[in-house]
C-alpha cells in the first residue's frame, strides 16, 4: 500500500494555500537521526497550482529515493479549495498574491515561514513553477539549493551537437 501525502491547509501572504506532505515532517529522511542532514524535495506545480495533480508522482519519487527523503507540494496562492470554515483570503498581506509576482513571493514566504533554514532543498518546477524557482534563485540566492540545475546545464553542453532539435 502506497503512503499517502498528509493535506496542510493555512494562510500564506493572506492567501489559501494548501501543501501536500510525504515523508517526514521535519525534513529530515524517515528513521534517520535528527543529525542527519535536512533535505526537502518541494514540489511548485504549472498552472492551474492545484497540488493533488502531483500526487502520484509524489509516491513514486518517495517510493524510489533512498534515503526517504521527504517530499512536499505546495498549492499557488488561491489554487486550492479550503476546508469548511476556511476562507479563500484573509487580510491580504500582497497586493499582488495572485499575479506572477505575487505567486513568486508567496513561495518564498513559504519558504520563510514553514521550512527550517538550514534544510537543502531540491525544488521541482512544473511549467510555470520552473520559471518561478528561477526567478526565486535571483530574488534569495542564499537558498541552499541542491546543484540540479547547474548539473543540468554542464550535462546539456557535454551532449551538444548529440541531442537531435
Known sequence: MEEEPQEEFFY??????QVLKLGSFDCRPKNESKTS???????????PGIVCYYKLF????????IPKYPIWAIS???????????EMMEDIEL???FGLNGQIEHKLAF???????????VL???SIGCHMILEMMKQEPELQLMPCIWEAKKWY??????IPP
Not at 111 to 121: A, G, H, Q
Open 124 to 126: 521541482i518546477g512544473h
Open 76 to 86: 499557488h496562492a488561491g489554487h486550492c479549495v479550503p476546508p469548511e470554515g476556511m
Open 12 to 17: 500564506c501572504k493572506g492567501a489559501a494555500t
Open 37 to 47: 542532514s535536512k533535505v526537502l524535495f518541494l514540489i511548485i506545480p504549472g498552472n
Open 157 to 162: 553542453r557535454s551532449c551538444k551537437g548529440t
Open 95 to 97: 497586493a499582488d498574491v
Open 58 to 65: 509524489m509516491q513514486i519519487l518517495y517510493k524510489i529515493l
Open 111 to 121: 519558504l520563510r515561514k514553514k521550512v527550517p533554514k538550514d534544510t537543502k532543498l
